[in-house]
Each structure stands twice: as C-alpha cells, then as structure tokens.
C-alpha cells in the first residue's frame, strides 16, 4: 500500500516540497463528523517553523478540504485535503542535487528511484509533507476527542536537557496542546531552547526524545500476532521523519528489571480494573489493558547541517564536502511533536473503527 | 488482517497452547525454492526450552508440512505446517483461570475475547505459537540466505551484563546461528545464565536486549511514507513475545548526539558507495541505503513468576494474590532470538518480493 | 493476499488433491459464536460427490477443527479447519503430467509455477480444495443465520434444462439447504440429471446456471468505489470453479431494456420503503438498498473429459491427444452450488464485520 | 480499503459531482515512466459528454497533475491529479434532494451516509468522479503500452442494436482506440445512435454491452484462490458506473454448451502453445493462459429518466412522483468504454508490477 495508511479509515499522501502541491486523502470516515478548520489552522501552527529554533521558510499552509465535507460536516466519502506549495527556492538546492546530505534520503532515494526522485527541497522526503499529514490528524484527534480520547505528547528530552514527568495526564494534555515548544517544565523548554540556538550557532543540530499519551482507550483493542497495537502504531510513527527508536511503557529500560518490578499489579478500584503501575504502557500480548497508553520516540538530530561534512558526488563518482547551505532546522523534535500526535490519531482511528464499526465516531 | 502479515508473502498463525495444533500457512513463496526440514528443525531446536534456564515442558516439535512442498522443493502455493501439542498440563493453569496475571495478556485478552479466549496454558497468546512462527521463519531465512541476504542476532544485554559489540558481521553471524544461546562474548554467556538462574531461584525472572544484523539487502527497498522499511519491520517484530521496544542505528542514543556526530557521511572504496558510520541502522527516509541493517528489541523480563503478586479476581470481582504455577521461563531472551530472527525474514522477504516481483527467488 | 480473502474476517485456503491434508484459516470471527459440527458435515456432503452423477472417488472429509474453538464456541482466535486427504490414486494422473487439459488450469499453471506445481489430482486447483472452503463457509453461514441473514441458491438452468423461479424466498431457501442437487422444481431436477447421464455416457459434460439470494442485509452495506458490494462479492465468487460470469439483478438482460423498465420505482409498506421490482439485485451504486440481493453465476462445464481432445506435451513439444481418464465429474454445477453459499457466506461476514465491528456477531 | 484499490499500485479516488475537485491519486507506479498530458487530454474527451446524445453538461476536465511528475517523467511517488469543477447547477437538484431517483444510487446512500452524504449531483456516486478514473487510467494505459500490453473495448450492444465481431485485435483496438463511440461497424453505430435518440425523444433511456480485449499479458498472472484474474478484474469494473454482470470469454452462453465444445485445445504454432478457440478469455483456474483476455461488461440503462417514475420522499414519508430534471444521458455506454479501459489498465497495472516487481515497468 505504500504511501497509504490504515485498512478502515485511511490516509493516503501526496506532494514534494518543491511541487505543485502537497495534500492528503483520508477515507473511511464515519459521515457526520464535525471538521473544524480553526483547529486543523491550530494544529499547523504547532508544525509550522517559528521563531529563530526554526528554518526561515514561511509557510503559510493555506489548507483546502476539496471534498468530503460539506458545511463543515464529513459526507462519508474521501476527504481530500490540498495545500499549495509557495515560496520555494529550489536554487539553494541545486547545487546539492548530486551531493547526497549523509543521513539524509537523498542517497537511498537515489537508488530507489534511479535518478528520477525530484530532489528539490528533498522532494516526496521533506518534512514540509507533514503539513498535509498534520491536517489530516487534526480531522481525527478531533474527532476522537469526541469519544473520550484524548492524545498528548511532550518533550521528553532535547539537546540533553530532560523535560519533568507527567503528574495530572490529562490536565498536562491539555496544556501541552496549546504550546509550540511543548514541555511540562519551562525551565526546561527554556534551557532545551538555548542549547538549540548554540548548536544552530555553530551550524549543528540536536535531536531528542517525544513521550506521547493517550487516554480514553478501552480495554480489548489489538491483535495477539502481527496487528498488536504497538505493531500497528510503529508501523505508522515511523513515518514521523527523523524517528529511529520507539518504546512503550518501560521499554528499553525493562531490560533492566527483574519481572517483580517490571509486573504491572492489578487491583479493584470502584468496580473497575486498576493497574498498580504502567511499565506495560497500557499495552498486554498486544492488545490494550485500559490503562493509559504511553511510547517514546527517538528523534535523530536534523541530518541537514551548516557544518562540513563527507558525502560523495554521485554523477562523478568522487569524494566530495559538502556544507549544507539552504534554511534548516537545528531541531525539529519540537515541529515533529504535532507530526506524532497526528499519526497517533490516525492509526488509532483505524484500529478502533476495524473494531467498533464505521459508524463508531458518531454513535 | 489480524493474525496474517504480509502482502507478496504472507504468513497466517493459528493455534492454542493445549489446544490440537498450532501451525502457520506461509502464500507467496516463489515455486522452485528449496526447503530443508533438517534447517527448520535446527531453527526450532534454538527456540526449544532446553537445560536449566527454560520451562520444564519439553516439546519435541514434530511439524509436518502438509501443503505446499513436494519433493522438498516448494510449488509456489500456500506452504501450511502444522505441530500438534502435546505434553499439555492444563490443570497446572485452571486454578489461576481467573487471576490474570500481572503484565501477560491475560486481562487484556478477556477484555477482547468476553472469556471466550482459551485460557489454558495461555492460549492463542502462549510463546508456544512462536514455534509455528520459526518453522515459518526458517524456509524465509533459507531462502534469503540463497540471495545472499544473512540475517544475525545476539543477546546484547540481559540480567544485567552487556555481550560484546559485532567485530566481523559475517563471521559473527555464522558463528551465533549455531548457539542455543547466542552470545558474541563466551563469559558473557556465561555470567548472563548465572544471573537467570540466580533470579530463578528467587522465583523471578529477568529481560535484556537483543540486537539484530541483516546483511545482502540492496540500497532502495522500502516506502517513504508508512510502508518505511522500519515502519514494516517493527511492526512484525512486535510480534515476538515481550518486545516493547525497537530501535534502529544509533536509535534512543542519537537524541544525546550532535547531527555532525550522528550522521554517516560517504565516501567511495572502489566505486562502490560506503559509508563512514552507521548510525542509520542501513536506514534512511524509510528506504534501505546498501549498509548493513542493525536493529535492537527490548526483552521485558518474562511476566509469568514464582513471586507473590497483586492481581484480581475477575470473576469474584475481588483482590487476589497470585504465585504463578506452571512451567515457565525465567527468561525468554535466548529463545526470542530464533523468533526475531524469523519475523525478520519473514517481513524482509514480503518486502522484496513486493519490490522485486514474486518469483524473485528464484531468478 | 493471494490465497487470502478479506480484510475483517479473513479466510486462507492451503493444501492440494494428494497432498497430505487441505484445509483452512478463518481469522477475525467474533468470540463466543457457536460452531456446529453437524452442520459442518450436512454442508460437507451437499458438495461431496455423490451418486451417478459425480466422480466415482469416495471422500469422507474427516475434517477436524485443530485451533480457535474451544466446547464447541469460537474464542475469536484464527480457526484452522484441516482435511486430510485419503483415497488418492496418483497413478491415474501420472501420464497426464504434460498433457496440460484443455480449458482446465494445467498449462496456466504450468507457466506460473514453472513446472514446479503439484500436478497430481489438480494440485491447489483441484475442486478438492473446496471441501475446506465450504466447512469454513459453513461456520460463516450458521453465523449471519443468527443474525437473521440466510443464503439460499438454486441450479437455475443446467444441461439445458430451466428450474423454476423463486416464489417465496424464506421458504425457498429452506428447502434448497436441504437438497443435494438444489432446484426449485423437481421436474427440472430429474431432467437435468438425464441430461447429466447423457452427457457423461457419451464421455462429455456440462455446464449451467446458480442463482443466488440473500436476505436479511440491511441497506447501507459497501462502498461507492472499488469496494463495492458487487466488486467484493465477484472478487469472491470467481473463486467458485468453473465460474466464468456473473451478473446482479437484471443483470445482462437490463441491456435490452429501458430505464422506464429495469428501473426499480420505490414505495412505502407499513412505513418501510420497499422497492416495486428487483432489477438492482439488492443494490445501487454499489451499496445495498436493503432488498433481496440477487446473483446469477455461469458455470463452465467441466473441462476434464473421456472425449478426445487436442492438446500439446509441453515436454516433447508435440501435439498430442488426450483422453482423460481418472475420476472426473460430467457436471459440477450442482456441487458447486454450496461452494457459491460458503464463498457469498465468507465475503459478507466479511463487508458486514467491517461495517459493523469485530463484535457484531455476539452483539 | 475502500476507495482505493490496488496492492502495488494503487489509486484512490475523491470528490464530488459539485463540489471544489474531484481527483485521484496513484501510487506505485515505477519512476522513469512518461506521463504525456495530451493523451491524458484525449481520454478525457472519450468520456465527455458530447454531442445530441449526452448530458448538456459542457465540462471541460483541465486537470492538473499537482505531485509525482517531473518534466513529464513519473518520480515514482504518488501522482496526484485534480480536476477542479465548474459549470455546476445544484439548482437542478435541490428539489429532488429528498426523492430518491429510483435505481440510482441515492436512497443506498441515504442508509449509509445517513443523511450527510452530499446530495448535489449524485455526490461522489456521480458518473463525474469517472473524469479523475479516466485521467489515472490514461496513465496506466499509455504505461502498459509501452510493455506491449494494450486494450481496446467496443460496444458490442447498445439500444437493441449488435457491433460486429473483433476480427483482428491489434488493428480492431487501434481504430477502436480513436473513437467517441467505438464500434467496429460504422452502420452499427449510427443505428445505435438513432436508438438512443428515439429514447431520450421519450425522456426515457437504454443501456448496453461493452466487451474488451487485452492483448500481451503473459500466461501464468493471477492467483488460483480468491486473486483470481477474474476476481481481481471484476472487483475493480463494477466500478464502472451502471455495470450489473461480467462474464470472461464464452461467460454465460458456455451454461448452453457441452465441454467437448466449451474447452479450448491446445496445440503449437512456430513452438508456441497456442488455443484453437478462447471460450476461457485467457484465463483458466484464476491464471492467464497468454491467450487475448476477453471479457463483457452489463451497463444498465442511465437510471436518471425524465419519464415520471414512482419513488418515496425520504423526509415525509410518503410515496411520491419523480420526473428527473437537471442534465443527464439518454445512455452512457459509450462513455463508460474509456471508464472501462482505464480501470482494466490500473487492475493490470497492479497484478503484473506485483508479479513482475516495482519496477517492471522499466525494465
């Protein structure tokens, strides 16, 4: 299916960076759901680059929906979703054209697509196609909101500075999802901010961690083998560009543990099902246990950077420097927050729509 | 799909712990393609619980092929291959048919299934079914290995001791798919086991890491957006028991890099592209760049222990305490080798296959 | 997916005619739906073959359903359903290898698999493999009857014989399930079998004509593009062997017709809109509107003869003659007529759990 | 997967008869591929409305292909075209928006969208959305072309009127290929025409048959359970607008024949296996056999009639009268043969790039 995600509610992308336009299509969901583009404007702005932590490109991603809703309503049917491309200056790339950045796709791409990838701007690779991927997780975090279930990530970690735990889920969600700079700590957003703007200084970038959870989940949702609900959400969060590491619940860090601490108890509270602790990440045998589902992602720092570094030149197969110019972003684990909390949204609603039916949003 | 994965290739799952069989159907194999049943019961004696380290149940494993090969040689149609149970004590189970226990599917399965699942000797979710799932696995990794593509996994960390790094990939390789026990260092076996064993005696269990190498896969294999080469992997391999987390390269350990320190710059060695580091994992943009892959899995610590443990009474809707009967595993991460090292074929030759037509194979 | 159908509940044929089992995986049906064996058996021996007019091999179908249902109830776990095989005589195949039959999938396969197919008794193409999609069919249609959904089909035309038409579906459907060889009038019946005997007397066979109704989907069901009920079902029945066509409602008849005619107008019974003709077969725009869904499949007559016939050695590269011997059907219609049922059984399980939830069955 | 279909490459479907756009987006197609714009422009004009026997609607389909070309080069990344609307006159609808028009899509759509399906113009159940299916296709078609594949449909019967019979397919297809209403008789079209003409003088309509021929598909394509050659094919043509029944080679006149004249001999001709007749349309047991595939397509007259009709008001309940105004055609089998042919080409284009690899087509 490759650039399509999801069996019952999909999203397809389309777009490079340099092109005509960028855009998605999302299919499969329920008619009658509201879309509000006040809160698709919110989300962009959460992705869009701002400040000096940011490349200088401004966007302004004025979104269209050119079908699939009418009066702010889904039909049912695909909703499109295209958004122009403008203020691109392919000439800061084209000197670089067949200098592959290291780290970056334009060497894989180059194989994969024997030459014929549009290597504009990284092409079908920028990060700018995220913006029809923020759109289009917006439709569906809002939508899920409807049914209790609600998605926040924070910044766990950026340029070495760790971020304060969550304490109130679903108070620090909704705080989060208000910020640019999403942290649960402002120290911590302003120290994570410093060191990014001294990396930048010296041309260099930084990377970090996003811990993302989401309420509302019921339990019974999943697969035991092959569609377990983290395979299914790796699956898609891989696509969360610079993305090389996920864990949920302890994760990596259960290795170290014997099972009498990694064990999550269960206990009776009110008549319902309580977890002592969360290690599992409100995940069991792949399917959810209702507790709070709760990864990690491991951003790598930006490949494109200002400083000197090797690279080959691939038409006249020789060794060559390159010192990326063009406008970067030293960091972009704060842009790919709202990116994570898109794709969160989407692979969810697929997964709850194969178990509840096509008309579960609106009943 | 549920409990298939795969598009050219596919592999479906089916069975129960003390149930009549479990067995795997595997479509799409190219016809012509040797199969090798004294392989497949190499790979199934790796998964085997086998000295004083494992489960006390001994399986013998008998598979049969009952679809798909003749004469040893694949026909191109759906290979189905069925082991029947045996050796099943399901009473050691009935008392604790109510009291989930702390961290395994139990709980999360009864939400699902309404308390229909099987619950003997954990059902459909016991790592029993991984033995279905290595049979499957060994005709891929034979397979592949006819196109040169070699796929290698070692124990990198468990109970607390770290194995050595991979000096030679491919002699490495050889080498660990020999041992039950697939260390790179021998004393770190070693140390390793004494600490399962010493968490044995305790009634505890322990969990590690391992880490995987794939070596032979071409550069330009893989999606950009959600069919990312590592998007298909993690979503298989969380498949295999008790992963919670995966990470590629350099994975969580870049979010402390600077990128002019994690990027892998280029060079040509005798007209070939190589690069100078592999913090991508063999990985970018979701497309495979020529090196080798490497990617490490999470081992929680086996949830099923001897300890005293809080959980509930499902039934009686009551605070319980549990101490797991049974045979079970003090740990997992030696036999979850095996089972990594086959969902990974298994994903890699649906991946190739897609790219390169069905009867790659055999070209 | 291949040997794989659907997406919600999902079903896996594997095995050949003289291997050593066929069978089935039924993945995706909901937990705590009953699966009765009897009814398994009574579909079984609607399609075994029986009497004059079938082939003389003898098939008991000891089919044993080795994982997913536990007492006699699904646990919503993949069920496997395996048919040994038994009463193979290869020897009569044995100089047909390379004479490929006409009209019948030999040679096709031949160049698929490269020579590398089980050619004994049909291989994966044998009608055989039927008997594993009619018991996991079977399971699909005690299911939807529990949810008030019932499929009846008769052999509408065969040999050149007419049957009747449907007059009162509910009761038409009754009495069709219970019939081996499945028409409305007995007349008919006992005509068409004449016919069969004739046919087969002198060395040929025959083809003819299933109707199909189902009742009991409500309107809404299916997708305006690529999914529709239509696309969906026929992706199915062409699985049925021997099809060669398939029409709905007014079908190739509505060409000759104009729309003040095949038109079908609407109309209000007791508060419920009812439809004043059928030409839609139960569905509009590829979505069902609630009425009676209709179907007719054209089935080939069956290719393998005692009549001589040209063909090639695809060995010798010559023109040879065959004359087929082994057990052979002069008809299959009749047969073929549970078949349809399990395949219809099996997609609309299909379409309605993906429409309705995992759950729908129990719900 | 709803509106999309295909595995390897793919296309999704969007937008509504009166809404901003309508489009699609093709994915999979290998990069390197020419994308020439004018013949995209000359399929278009096969299925615009034209002339005294369509709708008056004038469109003027100016596409644009907003991602995936470069230069008139696929990158091999998804193609995006969109068709803007225009010339819309909801007007004409606004009064009928709650009286289903008998045999269309409306009343189907009203169950399942609930009400929020857009009503304007048939939605996205209008023959409209078939301009985007056409342009995806034109790619698809031109692509195939260049591997030696090519496809060409006639009306074999339209209002009561037969064409002539293929006599010689390459040459056949490639007069076909020129025309608005393509048939191989000149006097066949003009009485064809003159029908359709009496019929639309009566406000009534008529419908037809298109029969279409593939040439230089390999033997050895196609599943034999489930991706059938013929199951794949009808899945995606009953997405031509209006289709009720397909039927490959003799398809439903085989019902009337015995096998020893239904089946079609084999012999050689210059070392190649060759048929002497082609009662199977190239396909035996779900595979091709190398021989021309051919197949026929039931269209069903235009429901829209503006002969007064029987229906219900939805919203009153109560029965009501229906003379359709707005705009629509006396008969669109003509317009369907390039609808039909496009969704052949993208059905083809995905079984063989699965079959062959993804980058069959240029290689």
């Not at 620090?172 to 990396?199: G, P, R, V, Y």
């Not at 977890?275 to 069991?284: A, C, E, Q, T, Y």
């Amino acid at each position: 299916m490759k650039n399509t995600f999801g069996n019952s509610v999909s999203v397809t992308l389309f777009g490079e960076s340099h092109g005509e336009a960028i855009g998605a299509v999302i299919d499969g969901i329920a008619p009658g759901v509201k879309v509000d583009e006040d809160f698709i404007n919110h989300q962009l702005s959460l992705r869009r680059p701002t400040g000096n932590i940011s490349t200088a490109r401004k966007e302004q991603d004025p979104f269209k929906i050119v079908s699939g809703v009418v009066s702010g309503v889904t039909t049912g049917t695909p909703i499109c979703i295209v958004i122009p491309n403008s203020d691109t200056r392919s000439s800061d790339y084209a000197d670089m054209a067949f200098l592959p950045r290291p780290s970056h796709a334009d060497y894989a791409a180059y194989c994969k697509y024997h030459g014929f990838e549009d290597r504009r701007g990284g092409g079908h690779f920028s990060g700018r196609i995220t913006a029809a991927l923020v759109a289009a997780g917006a439709i569906a975090i809002d939508a899920l909101k409807q049914k209790g279930i609600v998605i926040g990530t924070h910044i766990k970690k950026c340029a070495g500075i760790e971020d304060a735990a969550f304490s109130d889920y679903q108070r620090d969600i909704a705080a989060l999802n208000e910020k640019f700079f999403a942290t649960l700590s402002e120290e911590a957003a302003e120290q994570m901010q410093k060191n990014i703007k001294a990396a930048a200084a010296e041309g260099d970038s930084v990377g970090g961690i996003l811990e993302t959870a989401v309420l509302g989940v019921d339990a019974g949702v999943g697969e035991p083998w092959f569609d377990t609900m983290e395979g299914v959400l790796s699956h898609a969060l891989f696509s969360v560009p610079a993305v090389k590491g996920i864990e949920f619940g302890g994760g990596f860090a259960l290795c170290d543990m014997r099972g009498s601490k990694s064990n999550d108890p269960l206990c009776y509270e009110n008549g319902n099902v309580k977890f002592l602790s969360n290690n599992s990440g409100g995940i069991n045998g792949g399917i959810t246990n209702g507790d709070t589902i709760i990864f990690r992602l491991a951003i790598k720092p930006t490949p494109t950077i200002g400083i000197e570094q090797n690279t080959v030149n691939i038409q006249t197969k020789e060794d060559e420097k390159l010192s990326a110019r063009g406008r970067h972003d030293p960091c972009i684990v704060h842009r790919a927050r709202v990116v994570a909390d898109s794709v969160t949204a989407l692979a969810l609603l697929d997964i709850l729509s194969l178990r509840y039916g096509t008309d579960w949003l609106v009943k």
